[in-house]
C-alpha cells in the first residue's frame, strides 16, 4: 500500500542535497530585486513560473538560467541570511529534520564580503530557525525531534569572471594560467577557507562538493582541494553521473574521495562510457554499482530534477532509482532545487513511491539512509544519539498509523 501524503509530511525526513540559491521563496525573489534594482522577466510568481522556473525544461542549460536571477539577490549577509532561514523553516513545516544546505561563497563574495562573512550569513539565518524550533511546543511538548544543519561548500568545475567580482580577481591574478589550473586554485582556496571555518570559528561547515558542467571538466583538476579536504577530515560529496557517465561516478569516489555521490544518476548507463579501455561497458557499470555497494557510498537522488535536466528518461519509472532499490544501494531522496523543480522532500517521497511501489520498509530504509549517511556537524556520539531518536521517533509515527 502507497502511504498516503499526510504520513509522508508527518515522517521525519532529510535533505542532503539542496542548493540555496535554488531553493528560494519565489516572493522572496521578487521582493528583494525589487528592493535591489535586479530586474526580472516578470514580477508575478505565475509570470515567473511560466517563464523561467518551468514544470519542465528543454534541457540543462534552460534550467540552470534562473541561477542568474537568484544568485543577483544574495549578495549581501541580510539577503543570504533571509534566505537560508526561510528554506529552513520550509523545511521544518514539511518534517524535514536535518538538512544539509549547499552554495558556491565565492558567487556572493567580493573585497568587502569575504568568504568567512558570506558562511556567517548562512549559519545566521539557518541557526535562528533551529533555535526557535527547538523552544516551540512541537519539541519542548510533543517530542518531536529537533531540527538540526549543515553547510556543504560548492566548488564550481568551471566558471567565467563575469560570475562574481571575487572570480573575476582570480582570473586576473592567475592571467598566466592554463583554465584547469584556475579552476582547481579557486576549490583549494574554498577548501582552506571551510576547514578554517569549521575549525578555528566554530560553524558547522560539514563537507566540500565539486558542482558544474561535468562532460570535458573533470574533477582530477581539483584534486589538490579534495586531497586538503580528505587531509582535514573535511566530508566530500561529489555531483557525478548527472549529465556524463559511469566513469565520472568512478572518479569522483577514487579521485575525489568521495563519501557521497550527487545525483548518480547514470551509474548503470553503460552506452555512456566513452574510454577505449575498458573493453566490457556492462561489466563496469556491475563492478562499479558492487564498489558503491560495498563501501556504502551513499547516492543523492534528485529524481524530479532528473527529469527536467535530462528529458529523454521520459517517465519517472525509467528513474535508476528503480535499479538502485532492487540492488539495496545505500540512497537517499533530495530535492536539488526546491524552486526551479517545485518541489519538496515530501514530493519526492511521494513520487518515488507511486512509481516504485515503494513499502514502509523500503521507505524508512531510504529515509534513515538520510539521517545515517549524514555529514552531522557534531561527534559520533552525538550523531548516534541523534539518530537513534530519529528512529524511535519515526518507529512511533508508523506504528500510530498502523494502528488507526
Not at 564580503?113 to 548562512?122: A, G, T
Amino acid at each position: 500500500m502507497i502511504p498516503s501524503r499526510n504520513l509522508l509530511l508527518s515522517l521525519p525526513k532529510t535533505d542532503l542535497h539542496v542548493h540555496l540559491d535554488g531553493s528560494l521563496r519565489l516572493e522572496t525573489l521578487i521582493e528583494l530585486s525589487r528592493e535591489q534594482n535586479c530586474a526580472l522577466p516578470s514580477t508575478t510568481p505565475e509570470g515567473l513560473q511560466e517563464l523561467v522556473f518551468k514544470a519542465t525544461y528543454e534541457n540543462l542549460g534552460e534550467y540552470l538560467q534562473g541561477f542568474g536571477y537568484t544568485c543577483a539577490v544574495m549578495q549581501d549577509p541580510e539577503s543570504l541570511a533571509r534566505i537560508a532561514y526561510e528554506l529552513a523553516w520550509d523545511n521544518i513545516n514539511e518534517g524535514v529534520r536535518y538538512i544539509e544546505v549547499r552554495f558556491a561563497p565565492q558567487l556572493h563574495m567580493r573585497p568587502d564580503f569575504s568568504c568567512q562573512e558570506v558562511l556567517d550569513s548562512v549559519n545566521a539565518g539557518l541557526e535562528r530557525a533551529q533555535k526557535e524550533f527547538s523552544a516551540s511546543d512541537a519539541v519542548r511538548k510533543n517530542g518531536e525531534p529537533e531540527f538540526r544543519y549543515g553547510m556543504i561548500v560548492c566548488g564550481l568545475r568551471k566558471f567565467a569572471p563575469n560570475f562574481s567580482p571575487w572570480y573575476a580577481n582570480l582570473f586576473q591574478a592567475l592571467s598566466e594560467s592554463p583554465l584547469k589550473s584556475v579552476y582547481g586554485a579557486a576549490s583549494l582556496e574554498l577548501a582552506r577557507s571551510a576547514v578554517r571555518a569549521r575549525d578555528e570559528r566554530g560553524l558547522p561547515v560539514v563537507g566540500f562538493d565539486l558542482a558544474g558542467e561535468e562532460k570535458g571538466f573533470p574533477a582530477e583538476d581539483h584534486m589538490a582541494a579534495f586531497q586538503f579536504a580528505k587531509e582535514h577530515f573535511l566530508k566530500r560529496t561529489v555531483h557525478a553521473g548527472e549529465a556524463y557517465g559511469p566513469e565520472s561516478i568512478f572518479q569522483a569516489i577514487t579521485a575525489a574521495h568521495a563519501d557521497r555521490i550527487g545525483h548518480g544518476y547514470h551509474l548503470f548507463s553503460a552506452d555512456l562510457i566513452t574510454s577505449s579501455k575498458v573493453y566490457n561497458k556492462e561489466g563496469y557499470c556491475k563492478a562499479l554499482a558492487q564498489y558503491v555497494a560495498d563501501r556504502r557510498i551513499t547516492i543523492e537522488v534528485c529524481i524530479t530534477s532528473n527529469l527536467q535536466t535530462n528529458p529523454e528518461i521520459g517517465s519517472v519509472k525509467n528513474h535508476a532509482f528503480k535499479q538502485m532499490l532492487d540492488q539495496k544501494l545505500s540512497a537517499t531522496l533530495c530535492t536539488d532545487n526546491r524552486l526551479m523543480s517545485r518541489t519538496t522532500v515530501t514530493d519526492e517521497l511521494a513520487l518515488a513511491a507511486t512509481a516504485f511501489d515503494m513499502d514502509l520498509k523500503t521507505i524508512r530504509n531510504t529515509i534513515i539512509y538520510g539521517f545515517k549517511r549524514s555529514f552531522f556537524p557534531g561527534t559520533y556520539l552525538e550523531k548516534r544519539t541523534y539518530v537513534r531518536g530519529i528512529i524511535d521517533y519515526y518507529d512511533k509515527i508508523i506504528a500510530e498509523h498502523t494502528n488507526d
